[in-house]
Each structure stands twice: as structure tokens, then as C-alpha cells.
Nanobody, 127 residues
Framework: QVQLVESGGGSVHAGGSLRLSCVESGFGMRWYAMAWFRQAPGKEREEVSCISNDATSTYYADSVKGRFTISRVNDNRTVYLQMNNLNPDDTATYYC????????????????????WGQGTQVTVSS
């Protein structure tokens, strides 16, 4: 079965940290760039970070630069998002996804079509 399963979400106070994980099965993650997205209630989904298939290049949204770190272990079929110094604006459901390319050259334009998505994990940051 082809799937992405996120975990690691939870509730933290501002300034805290969480580490999200996304485990792939069924399609061979090692060939594809993997990205993290988030969607807060009433807001559009936004791309947070991306890592190329070989982990040689990454992308971060300006809002998370210096606080979040994306990584991957292809042998474990897992991509991670280490989130430090969280603030209430980071509250959202976080999704991992791939658009089936090896690099992170395409920015998200809002359409969910063309990417394969996980089911999401909730992150709540209180002030």
C-alpha cells in the first residue's frame, strides 16, 4: 500500500520543540524530494520545507528559517522536521508530501493535485 504516515505532533508552549516524522511505504522515497506543508484553520496550505532526494539541497519558508530543520534517512524511509523555538503562529496540521520529482525546484501554488499527501499530524503551540 502506498502511503505516507506522519507522527510527532502534539501540544507545546511557545519556545518549545517538536520533531515530526513521516514514514513512507509503497513507492520508494529515496528517488523523490520530500516536503513538509502546514495548514492552519481558515488559512491556505503552505509549504514549510523541502529536501531533495539525496539531501543535498533544502528549501525553507521565510517564516521558519533558522528554527526548523528538515532531514531524511532514506534507508529508514523517513523524513523528519525538527521544529525549535515554536510560536503560536506555527499551530497547524502538518503534512508531508512528494510531487514525484527528485529536487525541490517547484514552489507550491495552492493546488493539492499532483502531490501525494500524508494524513497530517496536529501541532498546537500555546503562548
Amino acid at each position: 500500500q502506498v502511503q505516507l504516515v506522519e507522527s510527532g505532533g502534539g501540544s507545546v508552549h511557545a519556545g518549545g520543540s517538536l520533531r515530526l516524522s513521516c514514514v513512507e511505504s509503497g513507492f520508494g522515497m529515496r528517488w523523490y524530494a520530500m516536503a513538509w506543508f502546514r495548514q492552519a484553520p481558515g488559512k491556505e496550505r503552505e509549504e514549510v520545507s523541502c529536501i531533495s532526494n539525496d539531501a543535498t539541497s533544502t528549501y525553507y519558508a521565510d517564516s521558519v528559517k533558522g528554527r526548523f530543520t528538515i532531514s531524511r534517512v532514506n534507508d529508514n524511509r523517513t523524513v523528519y522536521l525538527q521544529m525549535n523555538n515554536l510560536n503560536p503562529d506555527d499551530t497547524a496540521t502538518y503534512y508531508c508530501a512528494t510531487d514525484w520529482f527528485p529536487d525541490c525546484g517547484r514552489r507550491f501554488t495552492g493546488s493539492l493535485v499532483g502531490r501525494f499527501w500524508g494524513q497530517g499530524t496536529q501541532v498546537t503551540v500555546s503562548s
